[in-house]
């Protein structure tokens, strides 16, 4: 829920908007304790992530 290559920041801040916003864009994923579903579906969920949160900030993410 990070990024991937060069778009995982080098420090992040790991706070509760950070994890309730990675929990809301992978919900349609989980099942129990896994993740499951497509590559694409599910790189486009962690894509919406920053849209949540700022995560070298641990702040309100650009669209919020």
């Known amino acids: ?3 991937q290559g060069r778009d ?5 801040v790991l706070n509760e ?6 929990v ?3 919900a349609q994923f989980i099942d129990g304790d896994a993740l499951y579903g497509n590559d694409v579906g599910f790189g486009n969920a962690a894509g919406n992530v920053p849209n949540l ?3 070298t900030t641990g702040e ?5």
């Open 1 to 3: 829920m990070l990024g």
């Open 8 to 12: 995982v920041p080098a420090e992040v």
């Open 17 to 22: 908007r950070a994890t309730i916003s990675s």
């Open 24 to 26: 809301r864009a992978a």
């Open 53 to 55: 949160v700022d995560l």
């Open 60 to 64: 309100l993410g650009a669209v919020v």
